[in-house]
């Protein structure tokens, strides 16, 4: 579903080099690594936000970004990648109810009214949030704002669903049950990829591959935790 090649992304003081990265339709993958690792840049490039220097970017078999040398070939708007984003901090519109804030991010889409609202309503059905569909972000907390993150993301039909540490602004007490909840969520839409980036390595456990990032560089690969779990106790991960 997801294919990355010989990406770069340079700034002042960092660059972010990735050779080679798949991802399989269905699967979830974490991109592990301290603060500053590039993660972020990485997830933002395959969304559209950060646009590389270098490389080439493949969704489902179609190219979304391609560049060699700072010159871009093919750069596809992020609304119409097929990628769904949850950023950190959610970036829910204060001023707009929860309905509104889904519903303004289908807008690209040019859906009728009633089928904006069919789309709207289908994922807070499915986040467990229709009951708030008229309140205010300043009304959720920070468990409901991630869920409403979730929907917004959902809505557009994502081919590719990215997180970005969806769960650092959730009390540690929740955190468990929204990683459970999160993943039989996920696992009963197994018709697009996940690709989470997080510092946690109890977010490991509802993942199926590992990425590991160092200084900007994928170091390690795996579909085994032990493996990656050996890597974190010697110290070559963070």
Not at 48 to 53: N, R, W
Not at 154 to 166: M, N
Not at 215 to 229: A, N, P
Request: proline letters at 4%.
């Amino acid at each position: 579903m997801l294919v990355i090649k010989d990406l770069v992304k340079s700034y002042r003081n960092f660059k972010l080099v990735v050779k080679s990265m798949y991802v399989k339709k269905g699967s979830w993958i974490a991109i592990l690594g301290r603060n500053g690792s590039g993660k972020t840049t990485l997830l933002k490039s395959i969304v559209g936000i950060v646009l590389p220097e270098e490389g080439c970017i493949e969704i489902d078999g179609a190219t979304v970004f391609k560049a060699s040398k700072g010159r871009i070939a093919v750069n596809v708007p992020p609304g119409k990648r097929g990628v769904g984003y949850v950023p950190q901090n959610y970036l829910l519109y204060p001023h707009m109810s929860v309905y509104e804030n889904i519903a303004y991010a289908l807008k690209p889409l040019g859906l009728s009214k009633s089928e904006l609202m069919e789309r709207v309503i289908e994922v807070l059905e499915l986040v467990k949030m229709s009951e708030f569909k008229d309140k205010y972000p300043r009304e959720l907390s920070g468990g409901q704002k991630q869920r409403i993150a979730l929907a917004r993301a959902l809505a557009l039909h994502p081919k590719i669903l990215v997180l970005d540490e969806p769960f650092s602004n959730i009390d540690p007490e929740f955190r468990e049950t929204l990683r459970a909840e999160l993943k039989k969520l996920l696992s009963s839409m197994n018709d697009f990829a996940v690709v989470m980036a997080t510092n946690d390595i109890n977010d490991l456990s509802i993942v199926d591959k590992v990425a590991v990032l160092r200084e900007g560089r994928m170091t390690y690969l795996s579909e085994s935790m032990e493996q990656v779990k050996e890597l974190i106790n010697k110290g070559a991960v963070f």
